[in-house]
């Protein structure tokens, strides 16, 4: 009988500490997501799609190692296996990803090869030269709340303009949601304003899926104060909603992909118990 590796140990839960993009966005989109991502990390099964963008990106990072003129797509496909190996020896359970025959794997890699491929018809490499790669943020704003995240690439001019690159596998979206993915970078933007007081010429999306887009914006200081007001909002519903343990499951056009169909009332399931304390003296009506 085939062995299975037993389920991990669920993680002890956790007090939000500051924001990120991607939690930022998960409160915006479904307060009951935030939770058990944040404070119940309930752990989610690796998907073949995430999987791919955490591939390419990989690829385009090592890429940057070599000389200008080496920056070839060939030698970009020539990356995909051995990144491949990298992540499945940092995290052995990517295996399961592909239990069936050879050629899915193959089909696979294939499938974010053509990802790379379409990179080179959107950006020249050979002309680029990124000061950052995968770059780690973090600052504080003035309330002192915290604020952190990994930026794709960041290209610095001769004239010392600034420009934040964040990489995207999934196809453009419409204009109608367009400004909500520009957040993550006008997010990005505000960090790299408050930690070393210089605003980014111009914030840029590369779409890889689909036909392949780019998507450009230009901030400037009145945005960022803008987006530093909206954090701080969103950072207040947030406390308010650990205090008392409020997190409403609201459905959207992502809940057919949630992994926590099963812990959400939208799809008759049931939370797991909240499982920090309540501060209910502190609530309006509560005897002292």
């Known amino acids: 009988m085939q062995q299975t590796d037993p389920p991990p140990a669920p993680r002890p839960a956790a007090r939000p500490t500051g924001l990120s993009p991607s939690r930022a966005g998960d409160f915006m989109t479904c307060p009951l997501l935030y939770r058990l991502r944040v404070i119940d990390r309930l752990p989610e099964p690796p998907s073949q799609a995430a999987t791919r963008g955490t591939l390419v990106h990989a690829v385009l990072e090592r890429l940057f190692d070599h000389p200008p003129a080496e920056r070839t797509p060939e030698r970009a496909r020539g990356l995909l296996e051995p990144q491949w190996e990298r992540l499945l020896g940092e995290r052995p359970e990517l295996a399961e990803l592909f239990p069936g025959e050879p050629g899915e794997l193959a089909g696979w890699l294939a499938d974010a090869g053509k990802l790379v491929d379409r990179w080179f018809r959107l950006e020249d490499p050979t002309r680029l030269h990124p000061v950052e790669r995968e770059l780690y943020v973090e600052t504080a704003l ?106 409403p499951a609201t459905r959207n056009r992502l809940c057919d992909w949630c992994d926590h169909q099963a812990s959400c009332p939208e799809f008759g399931g049931t939370p797991p118990p909240y499982p920090l304390p309540l501060a209910t003296e502190n609530l309006p009506g509560k005897e002292s």
């Open 142 to 247: 003035a309330s002192g709340l915290p604020l952190r995240g990994y930026i794709d690439r960041v290209d610095v001019a001769p004239s010392g303009e600034v420009r934040l690159v964040d990489y995207k596998t999934g196809r453009a979206p419409s204009r109608d949601f367009e400004g909500k993915a520009m957040f993550q970078m006008k997010f990005y933007a505000l960090v790299v304003w408050r930690w070393k007081g210089v605003v980014p010429k111009r914030l840029q999306l590369v779409y890889l899926g689909g036909g392949g887009d780019v998507v450009t914006y230009d901030p400037d200081e009145a945005d960022l104060l803008s987006v530093e007001r909206k954090l701080e909002a969103l950072w207040e519903a947030i406390s308010a909603a650990v205090a008392t343990g409020d997190f």
